[in-house]
């Protein structure tokens, strides 16, 4: 175990091209592979290592589901007397506007924080990382801080937007910049890093001071020829969610084998929160060839390349090809889904025909489930208004 390790989880994604599926949630609770979330990934990398005290730097939007999923993180053995998970805002109402009254909180986090390094990631960096082959690594290279990178030849598809890092003959960080999608090839960063907790006081103070707050993502960035950094090169699998499109591509990416491999390796689990439900019913007459279905699913019609999550259910004479169905959706008899990502509480209407194309996937976004005691408290509720 990294005893002498803390994580944080930094939640700054550009949400401007994923809007759809995250007006009502933050991307990092957004479902993925039928029963996960995408913070699931980042958040089992760390207590996979050992790590045993997580802070999550979430944005100024609505965390309800964020909290809801998360818990008190008994699932990732976080529910502890002694450190464990905590959330809070990030210090910034805006981009760089700093809230003094969230520096003074997050910062005595940190100070409050026995643990003399820390270990950053980002959630929408989806991967299954040895975090604690990247600790080695970095003390073992005596640099000050250690960024991750991953080598990969479809930056001009996949990474649009990330920062690519130029790398030197022994393996240092030189320079970091925007990938602007001109290139195949292209050093990735995956924004993981190891530094110590001093020197991540210390620039975080530092940018304070002048005025603006920066990510750690950034804080690094400005600090290159300041501070020395090592780079740790990651051989796996890897996918960036900061899209519609990339998130529809990683969970297509789930059907493959060797990705599913790679990624829910046994050595190094997947956590997620569980929740008892029942094993999916396959009816007689349904068909359904390459995909991942979740518990609860009712299937009486065709599903192929599609990932479904708990308590999706096709009836029969409908037919879903290249979708992604998430909770509680319902395609009623007839109709027909290709390309289509059904965000939860939906109902696709029977003989209804949606068909959108694999670079631009339709979103159906997420209904909320109302119910007669829904209404009936809705409703003395508006009554005492009034009254009043």
Not at 37 to 52: C, E, K, P, Q
Not at 112 to 132: A, F, G, I, P, Y
Not at 223 to 230: D, P, T
Not at 295 to 308: A, K, M, W
Request: overall charge neutral.
């Amino acid at each position: 175990m990294l005893n002498n390790y803390m994580a944080i989880i930094f939640l700054d994604e550009t949400l401007d091209n994923i809007r759809a599926l995250t007006k009502m949630r933050p991307l990092a609770s957004v479902p993925a592979g039928g029963t996960y979330r995408i913070i699931d990934f980042s958040l089992s990398n760390l207590v996979n290592a050992g790590i045993r005290n997580v802070g999550i730097f979430a944005g100024n939007e609505d965390l309800n589901s964020l909290t809801d999923h998360i818990g008190r993180g008994a699932e990732w053995d976080l529910d502890r007397k002694k450190d464990g998970i905590f959330m809070f805002k990030q210090m910034a109402d805006s981009a760089y506007t700093t809230n003094i009254k969230r520096v003074k909180k997050n910062m005595e986090y940190f100070f409050r924080s026995k643990q003399e390094n820390v270990v950053v990631l980002s959630s929408h960096m989806v991967c299954n990382l040895d975090v604690k082959d990247v600790v080695k690594k970095h003390e073992a290279s005596g640099k000050d801080i250690t960024l991750v990178y991953k080598n990969v030849h479809n930056a001009n598809e996949r990474f649009d937007n990330c920062d690519s890092v130029k790398v030197g003959e022994n393996g240092e960080i030189l320079g970091s910049g925007q990938n602007l999608f001109f290139k195949k090839d292209e050093n990735i960063s995956l924004e993981a890093f190891v530094m110590s907790k001093e020197l991540l006081i210390k620039m975080i103070c530092d940018g304070i001071q002048e005025g603006v707050y920066y990510t750690v993502r950034d804080l690094v960035t400005r600090n290159m020829g300041r501070v020395s950094i090592n780079g740790y090169e990651f051989k796996g699998y890897l996918a960036c969610i900061n899209s519609t499109k990339e998130y529809f591509d990683f969970n297509m990416d789930l059907l493959k084998k060797e990705v599913r491999e790679d990624l829910f390796n046994p050595e190094r689990s997947i956590y997620t929160k569980t929740k008892d439900s029942p094993p999916s019913l396959f009816r007689e007459g349904a068909e359904v060839n390459n995909s991942l279905v979740a518990n609860g699913c009712i299937l009486s019609g065709t599903v192929r390349n599609s990932i479904l999550a708990r308590g999706a259910v096709v009836e029969a004479g409908a037919i879903v090809e290249d979708c992604i169905l998430l909770q509680d959706s319902v395609v009623k008899s007839g109709a027909v889904l290709k390309n289509i990502i059904v965000d939860k509480n939906n109902v696709i209407k029977s003989n209804e025909k949606l068909s959108a194309s694999r670079n631009y996937p339709l979103v159906i976004e997420k209904s909320i489930k109302w119910d007669d005691k829904h209404y009936k408290n809705l409703l003395a509720y508006l009554e005492g208004a009034n009254k009043e």
